[in-house]
């Protein structure tokens, strides 16, 4: 089976790179880690609650939750590439980036005072679309630091560093509603702290550097290259974008994206099935983002060597066999905690390598607008999935819709596999 783009010039876009250049990470892919690590502990701490506190204290019906859940998954689109527009238009990647993270941290306020369901909509909202706004422009500038020929490994790193924050979120959350039953006004006087610390590193520690003209300096590396880098900007047009491999790109994200359900859903499929404790249901993020966390980095390299579109591909092979877990009638230990390693296996093999694919098949002057666009058909078609499998549940019952919703991604990864098969390699890239 070949699976592989080919970019504008006829060139193979997505082939497995050979290369003796050692991996070296840049100080500010570290950084920017560390800034998703402590805003991951902020959003992952609600998110490892939310679905209990929605459907549970507030008394919500699962309807209500799979509205909530497209917002949270998609809400986001409306602004992510008006912002890494905007960043690529201004060239100042992190003050976009800022603006979005300082966002979503003063949303955590809004938490601790609302209880209706038009109040919650408007915060997770808010908290959504400043995660949009934020995005494509820190994307970019891992992309514009990375080497590369260790471009998905590069992006590895920083979601691994992400993800960490992402396992102490639901950990936190954990051992306030161990000590403190109900306790989720705790959990959200904690997470406005981590997203302040979050906010406060990257607006102290990363660096505030051009991306454009560091990328033409340090291409060319002499005074003639420091003197392009201090040159006007070229103007960045849409068209840039319009080349058939980030076409194909953007129809295979939007595809998957359709019937790629939110985590909570499967979480709460899982409590239902096994009936365990309240306090217990954070730890079904924890348990997928630890397999996240220890597979980041391996998939990443494998993606660089073997090809990003292949195990963006195979990773949802990973979630089908999730979505089969969750649905398998036992309630044993053993099929949940396999169903939480597939989804960190999805997680690691697809979203880091969606960054690569998208920063790899755009311009330096259009990256951050490239890695927006990627994304937002994702959160587009992820909301559609969310809401549809709300009503999906409250219609046919959670057994027939798991497995429904089973039925819809293996037709969809056939399809798939076919259509990038059909993609043949060119003189140049055989």
């Not at 596999?417 to 043949?424: F, P």
């Amino acid at each position: 089976m070949y699976l592989s783009f080919s970019d504008r010039r006829g060139g193979k876009a997505d082939q497995s790179v050979r290369t003796t250049t050692p991996f070296k990470i840049s100080p500010i892919i570290i950084s920017l880690g560390l800034v998703s690590l402590f805003t991951d502990i902020s959003s992952e701490s609600v998110s490892a609650v939310l679905p209990l506190y929605i459907t549970g204290a507030l008394g919500l019906s699962l309807v209500a939750y799979g509205f909530l859940d497209g917002i949270n998954q998609g809400i986001s689109a409306f602004v992510r590439i008006g912002a890494g527009w905007t960043a690529d238009r201004s060239d100042h990647h992190k003050l976009v980036a800022f603006l979005g993270y300082g966002l979503s941290a003063v949303s955590r306020v809004g938490l601790l005072v609302a209880t209706g369901f038009g109040a919650i909509t408007s915060i997770i909202a808010i908290d959504r679309i400043g995660k949009g706004i934020r995005t494509g422009p820190r994307d970019a500038m891992i992309s514009d630091a990375a080497q590369p020929e260790h471009l998905a490994r590069s992006f590895g790193v920083h979601r691994m560093l992400d993800t960490v924050g992402a396992t102490i979120g639901p950990l936190l959350a954990f051992v306030v509603l161990l000590f403190i039953p109900n306790g989720y006004h705790a959990v959200f006087v904690a997470s406005l702290a981590c997203g302040l610390i979050g906010l406060a590193v990257l607006g102290i520690i990363v660096p505030a550097r051009k991306q454009r003209a560091a990328v033409i300096a340090a291409a060319a590396g002499d005074a003639e290259g420091k003197s392009a880098a201090n040159a006007p900007r070229a103007r960045f047009r849409w068209t840039e974008l319009n080349n058939p491999a980030m076409r194909k790109l953007l129809l295979v994200a939007a595809i998957f994206g359709l019937v790629t359900i939110g985590d909570g859903f499967i979480y709460l499929v899982l409590q239902s099935r096994a009936s365990f404790a309240t306090q217990w249901f954070p730890l079904l993020y924890v348990g997928t983002n630890v397999a996240y966390l220890l597979l980041a980095i391996p998939l990443g390299r494998v993606a660089d060597r073997w090809g990003r579109m292949r195990l963006f591909v195979v990773g949802h092979g990973a979630l089908l066999a999730a979505y089969l877990c969750a649905a398998l009638p036992t309630a044993g230990a053993t099929a949940t905690l396999a169903c939480l390693v597939l989804l960190g296996t999805f997680y690691a093999a697809t979203d880091g390598v969606l960054a690569a694919l998208a920063g790899q098949f755009s311009t330096p002057a259009s990256r951050a607008s490239g890695i927006a666009a990627a994304q937002t058909v994702v959160a587009l078609s992820r909301l559609v999935a969310s809401v549809g499998f709300g009503i999906l549940w409250f219609t046919v019952g959670r057994q027939q819709a798991i497995l429904l919703a089973a039925a819809a991604l293996a037709a969809v990864l056939v399809c798939v596999v076919l259509l990038v098969r059909g993609i043949k390699p060119t003189k140049e890239s055989a």
